[in-house]
């Protein structure tokens, strides 16, 4: 499941800390989640796809190392990022 340029730019602009924003932590975090979301889906249909597994553990370790950055550089952010994308259960 390919992300599409529309649901990128989306996602930017909903996660976006300014105007010019297109890297900050939180826009990061947020297309890691929509990429780890459709590659979980591809691996329910094939479950035998060990490469793309291979892919979503680095894709998770990155978010979290993500996340980690953020919950230590300001607990605020963190708080409310991981409130909107529904993480913490």
């Known amino acids: 499941m390919v992300m599409t340029a529309d649901r990128r730019k989306e996602l930017i602009t909903n996660y976006r800390t ?7 932590v939180e826009v990061q975090v947020a297309l890691l989640t929509e990429r780890i979301t459709a590659m979980t889906q591809h ?8 490469h793309s597994r291979r892919g ?3 894709m998770v370790a990155r978010r979290t190392h993500l996340l ?3 919950r230590d550089k300001d607990v605020e952010r963190y708080k409310t ?5 529904e993480l913490r259960k």
């Not at 300014?18 to 900050?24: C, F, L, Q, R």
């Open 56 to 58: 979503l553990t680095k």
């Open 18 to 24: 300014n105007t010019t924003d297109t890297g900050s």
């Open 81 to 85: 990022l991981i409130e909107r994308l």
């Open 43 to 50: 691996l329910k249909t094939h479950p035998k796809d060990n």
């Open 68 to 70: 980690t950055y953020l």
